[in-house]
């Protein structure tokens, strides 16, 4: 089995939305062909149940939070984070081990994302589960586009 060659996978940007103790990350993707059987995707990476000790910056930037895999080390006091990305007509899961918030030279605020894109769950085109680290731009609003 092969890797997933996460390079395709390029986040537009970040939205953290919710409360601190149910936030989600929305994270659009930039369009992608992976296989050449297949038209380009658009999709995103959606992180749900996330819990936080604040959703505002100043309280985040310059902080790492571990997060259990969603397995038997996931309590209700330390749940894990429930993410997928959508492709080939399939949720796969995504286990997020962490997430680093980064304030950026311009004033805005960074998220990287370290984790593993689940594919041997529900099966991809001969790709094996593969690790992540991803880094984009977050707002902590709505995003207009």
């Keep these: 089995m092969k890797t997933f060659p996460t390079h395709l996978l390029r986040p537009r940007y970040a939205a953290l939305l919710g409360s601190p103790n149910d936030a989600s990350l929305t ?4 369009t992608f062909k992976w296989n050449d059987d297949y038209e380009e995707e658009e999709t995103e990476i959606r992180l749900d149940s ?7 910056p100043e309280d985040l930037i310059g902080r790492t ?4 895999l969603n397995d038997a080390a996931a309590t209700p006091t330390t749940p894990y984070i429930d993410g997928s990305i959508y492709l080939d007509g399939v949720h796969h ?3 997020v081990n962490a997430l680093t918030f980064q304030a950026n030279s311009d004033g805005s605020v ?17 790709y094996t589960d593969t690790p ?3 880094t984009t731009p977050v707002s902590f609003t709505e995003p207009y586009e």
Excluded at 50 to 55: A, G, K, N, V, Y
Excluded at 65 to 68: E, L
């Design 93 to 95: 899961p995504i286990d």
């Design 132 to 134: 992540f680290t991803l």
């Design 50 to 56: 996330i819990r936080l000790p604040s959703l505002q």
């Design 110 to 126: 960074s998220v990287t994302i370290e984790g593993v894109y689940c594919f041997d769950y529900e099966g991809l085109d001969g």
């Design 27 to 30: 994270i659009p993707l930039h």
């Design 65 to 68: 939070f571990q997060f259990p």
